[in-house]
């Protein structure tokens, strides 16, 4: 009677829990479809328990796999970064070291002097550049002189080009519209109104978000368009800027809405960090401030961003940039070109249709713009960015030296200190060197 009971409650147990013999029961019982069917024998109709078993055994080894992959990839990267971290700390602390120069007419003791001052300022230095180096900035420093902290004073490239991403919405398309359809008996049904309307509704729904989403990326393209324009402004040396935005959200909306726009999303930009500086670093910015061409390489058209007369100020009224750019007569010329995918479409097909084409061909360096020196592009949201998406340039002076593009995918954000890790990896590409006509200052 007992040893009946426990087989009772025995089959009772199997029979709630689901405990079952698996020696020979076929994988769709188990739900082994989709995914699952990867890991089993399709050539079986019927599995075995030790064919499960190895199936999912075989899932655990690989989900480890995955898992140490992304560890020692982390690791990878933390590495690699610390290194470039380091360099940029080497870089900086020679350019120091080289920065002093011994006056020829002081005396002995008072070089002596000035020397043990100099080393003494140098050895204190080592903390302000390793915290300069190694503190995540998310804005733009406050004042001239701490920006220029953090762009290399040597090394520093000629052109630049800058690859801009823009999200796309990540909502369902909607439903289809119902449409008017024949029966069996070839009668036209007509779909419910309630269905219809409903249909319109989630329709409506949708395409306001995707406008409003269209609206917000331009907007934030604009801000990273005047935001980097201005920073490219405090390197002296670049005078050539490109642009890529496949889309070409902010300039594809007419000549006038374009010139608007990307014009006072400049000027906002520069009105910002001018606000930042005093009136020694304010002069100073004015003397080094070039003159912004916009070039779109679609039309070729050029437009200047402020072009109208200078009028000088009055002794108390505030300076503003507009009176900086105009009054500024030998600026250097920074031309800054648009480019988007029909560069690539459009170009490419003009460039088939011709004939007899040689490397040397001048339409290359017409059509297209020149390659840049250093081509970036920033962490995302949604993911590292590291493809070119397009774009297309012509390298055309490659016929005089050889040159060769330097492209770089950050890990870092769209930001200050982006655009500073990008120029330090561009200056540790070369060899050290002190610019020619660089004035050493004596410390003392």
């Known amino acids: ?33 989709s995914a699952y069917n990867h890991g089993l024998d399709s050539g079986k109709e019927i599995y075995s328990t030790y064919d499960v078993f190895r199936a999912h055994f075989h899932k655990i080894i690989l989900n480890y796999i995955i898992f140490y992959y992304f560890v020692l990839f982390w690791l990878h990267q933390f590495v690699v970064n610390s290194v470039e971290l380091l360099r940029i700390f080497n870089f900086d602390f020679n350019y120091r070291v080289h920065d002093y ?41 406050s004042g001239l002189k701490n920006c220029m902290l953090h762009i290399p004073q040597t090394n520093t490239p000629k052109s630049i080009g800058l690859i801009l991403h823009s999200d796309y919405v990540m909502i369902a398309p909607p439903p289809e519209l119902p449409k008017p359809f024949l029966d069996s008996d070839r009668n036209i049904k007509i779909p419910d109104k309630k ?60 000549e006038t809405s374009f010139l608007d726009t990307i014009k006072n999303a400049i000027l906002v930009e520069l009105v910002s960090i001018k606000n930042t500086f005093d009136a020694q670093e304010l002069k100073k910015f004015k003397e080094t401030l070039p003159k912004i061409v916009l070039v779109n390489t679609i039309t070729k058209m050029k437009y200047v961003v402020y072009e109208e007369d200078y009028v000088p100020n009055q002794p108390n009224n505030e300076v503003t940039v507009a009176d900086i750019i105009s009054g500024y007569e030998n600026q250097r010329t920074l031309f800054v070109n648009l480019c988007d995918i029909r560069l690539r479409d459009v170009k490419f097909n003009i460039i088939s249709n011709k004939a007899d084409l040689k490397p040397e061909d001048e339409i290359f360096g017409t059509e297209f713009p020149s390659t840049p020196d250093l081509l970036i592009g920033a962490n995302h949201d949604r993911g590292m960015k ?13 016929k005089h030296q050889n040159s060769s593009t330097i492209v770089y995918f950050s890990h870092i954000k769209f930001g200050f200190n982006f655009f500073s890790r990008s120029l330090y990896h561009y200056a540790l590409e070369y060899p050290f060197n002190l610019p020619a006509d660089e004035t050493t200052q004596v410390t003392g």
């Open 101 to 141: 120069k011994r006056e020829p007419e002081q005396r002995f003791f008072q070089s002596f002097i000035t020397q043990i001052v100099y080393y003494w300022e140098l050895v204190w230095s080592i903390p302000t550049l390793l915290w300069k180096i190694y503190y995540p900035r998310s804005g733009t420093p």
């Open 386 to 398: 590291n493809q070119l998406e397009g774009f297309a340039c012509i390298d055309e002076e490659y």
């Open 1 to 33: 009677m007992m040893l009946r009971k426990r087989k009772e409650k025995k089959i009772l147990h199997e029979s709630i829990v689901g405990v079952q013999d698996f020696s020979a029961i076929p994988a769709t019982n188990f739900g082994f479809i």
């Open 195 to 254: 269905k219809v309307q409903y249909s319109l509704a989630i329709r409506n729904e949708y395409f306001t978000q995707v406008r409003s989403h269209d609206d917000a990326e331009r907007t934030r393209l604009l801000r990273e368009i005047g935001k980097f324009i201005t920073w490219c402004c405090l390197v002296p040396s670049i005078l050539n800027i490109t642009i890529y935005e496949k889309t070409a959200k902010c300039w594809q909306t007419g």
